[in-house]
């Protein structure tokens, strides 16, 4: 048991707490930090998380080291912190832990959306973090999960395949070693702007709930997300803004997949066009809309994945129309500015870099003041 890896998880939403209970379940050494005892009280009481989906519909209990609102003491004597928590936290979650972290740990976002280990490792530098820490992100988050009680988890699913990214990209080989003790589903996701230019959330959820928002706050969503808010016209939208993402990829040098290469991967499911593929994927039937536009989908996927994507696209030279619109329609909406929120290339520390340069960082680690 010593030699095995040492797991913080920061966050205790329903994926914080599936992938905390899961872990200990299966032997490791397990934290959980949340900023707020208030929501981990009855956690820390019990000592675990009651957990269903580990063992069939059987209720298994995940004993936890340590349940804490104190970062310190969270990142003490362990060796992976697994930061799974809204986006749009990220940065403030980075300059608490800026402290208190160790050379040789492994920090890995649960997903990075798009851009998010670059905007954690400057944050970190920001503030001075002189330990050596490797930052990485994942493409989307391992688990289909949801809480079933304060103390109480359950897995839906749990994906075969997760492509993960370090930065640089030299480090990949170092974090698939360690987080494959407990999770040989992650893959190598070459670097973390293809991890983040792969984010399909950034196309079909902001577009999705701000294109249907009448009907949401009509019926509280009280309709099918993707089978009855697309519609033709709502799947050429999402087709344009798709072309946008993958042409900024292109800009940059990457190679991403279209919204029909991800869907004929994922779930194996094709179709003439966006529309029709998407009628086609069975597992969309039955997922209900938000039931408020006071949703992730716009509040944290605008500022950390369209914001990023339409940002690298202005500077280098992309038209990106269609994000600018859907971008605009969620500062109305939200009566608030996510590109000042958002993570801009200014933000990001790369406003005068060129796409070699860029390239550079992420593969390597070379970033010249």
Same mark, same amino acid.
């Given at each position: 048991?010593?030699?095995?890896?040492?797991?913080?998880?920061?966050?205790?939403?329903?994926?914080?707490?599936?992938?905390?209970?899961?872990?200990?379940?299966?032997?490791?050494?397990?934290?959980?930090?949340?900023?707020?005892?208030?929501?981990?009280?009855?956690?820390?009481?019990?000592?675990?998380?009651?957990? #269903?989906?580990?063992?069939?519909?059987?209720?298994?209990?995940?004993?936890?080291? @340590?349940?804490?609102?104190?970062?310190? /003491?969270?990142?003490?004597?362990?060796?992976?912190? @697994?930061? #799974?928590?809204?986006?749009?936290?990220? +940065?403030?979650?980075?300059?608490?832990?800026?402290?208190? *972290?160790?050379?040789?740990?492994?920090?890995?976002?649960?997903?990075?959306?798009?851009?998010?280990?670059? %905007? #954690? +490792?400057?944050?970190?530098?920001?503030?001075?973090?002189?330990?050596?820490?490797? #930052?990485? /992100?994942?493409?989307?988050?391992?688990?289909?999960?949801?809480?079933?009680?304060?103390?109480?988890?359950?897995?839906?699913?749990?994906?075969?395949?997760?492509?993960?990214?370090?930065?640089?990209?030299?480090?990949?080989?170092? &974090?698939?070693?360690?987080?494959? /003790?407990?999770?040989?589903?992650?893959?190598?996701? =070459? $670097?973390? *702007?293809?991890?983040?230019?792969? $984010?399909? =959330?950034?196309?079909?959820?902001?577009?999705?709930?701000?294109?249907? +928002?009448?009907?949401?706050?009509?019926?509280?969503?009280?309709?099918?997300?993707?089978?009855?808010?697309?519609?033709?016209?709502?799947?050429?939208? *999402?087709?344009?803004?798709?072309? /946008?993402?993958?042409?900024?990829?292109?800009?940059?040098?990457?190679?991403?997949?279209?919204?029909?290469?991800?869907?004929?991967?994922?779930?194996?499911?094709?179709? %003439?066009?966006?529309?029709?593929?998407?009628? $086609?994927?069975?597992?969309?039937?039955?997922?209900?809309?938000?039931?408020?536009?006071?949703?992730?989908?716009?509040? %944290?996927? &605008?500022?950390?994945?369209?914001?990023?994507?339409?940002?690298?696209?202005?500077?280098?030279?992309?038209?990106?129309?269609? @994000?600018?619109?859907?971008?605009? *329609? =969620?500062?109305?909406?939200?009566?608030?500015?996510?590109?000042?929120?958002?993570?801009?290339?200014?933000?990001?520390?790369?406003? $005068?870099?060129?796409?070699? %340069?860029?390239?550079?960082?992420?593969?390597?680690?070379?970033?010249?003041?």
């Amino acid at each position: 048991m010593t030699n095995k890896t040492r797991f913080t998880i920061i966050g205790a939403g329903h994926g914080g707490k599936a992938m905390a209970a899961h872990l200990a379940l299966m032997g490791f050494t397990t934290k959980l930090y949340n900023r707020s005892m208030d929501h981990i009280g009855a956690i820390r009481e019990l000592g675990g998380i009651d957990l #269903v989906g580990f063992n069939g519909e059987a209720r298994d209990f995940g004993k936890l080291a @340590m349940v804490t609102d104190n970062i310190e /003491e969270a990142l003490q004597d362990t060796d992976m912190i @697994m930061v #799974v928590i809204p986006s749009s936290a990220h +940065a403030e979650v980075a300059k608490n832990m800026s402290p208190y *972290l160790k050379d040789g740990q492994i920090i890995v976002l649960h997903p990075g959306r798009t851009c998010g280990a670059i %905007e #954690v +490792a400057k944050v970190l530098r920001d503030n001075q973090c002189a330990a050596d820490v490797t #930052v990485s /992100e994942a493409e989307t988050f391992i688990y289909a999960s949801r809480s079933d009680g304060p103390a109480q988890a359950r897995i839906f699913r749990i994906k075969e395949a997760v492509p993960l990214a370090a930065l640089p990209a030299t480090r990949n080989r170092e &974090v698939l070693d360690r987080i494959h /003790e407990a999770y040989p589903q992650f893959i190598d996701g =070459g $670097n973390v *702007l293809q991890t983040g230019l792969n $984010n399909m =959330g950034s196309i079909f959820h902001p577009a999705l709930t701000l294109l249907n +928002a009448g009907w949401i706050e009509t019926t509280h969503g009280d309709y099918q997300f993707y089978i009855d808010g697309v519609s033709p016209s709502v799947a050429r939208v *999402l087709e344009v803004l798709d072309r /946008e993402r993958v042409t900024v990829g292109s800009s940059l040098g990457l190679r991403t997949r279209n919204a029909m290469d991800w869907l004929k991967l994922a779930y194996d499911t094709t179709g %003439e066009d966006l529309y029709e593929a998407i009628h $086609n994927q069975e597992g969309y039937y039955g997922i209900k809309a938000p039931p408020t536009l006071n949703h992730r989908y716009i509040f %944290e996927d &605008v500022p950390c994945s369209l914001v990023p994507i339409a940002s690298l696209g202005n500077r280098f030279g992309v038209n990106v129309r269609a @994000m600018d619109a859907i971008i605009a *329609l =969620g500062n109305i909406v939200h009566r608030t500015d996510y590109w000042r929120r958002g993570r801009t290339v200014e933000k990001l520390g790369l406003t $005068n870099y060129s796409v070699s %340069e860029i390239t550079a960082y992420v593969n390597e680690g070379v970033l010249d003041n």
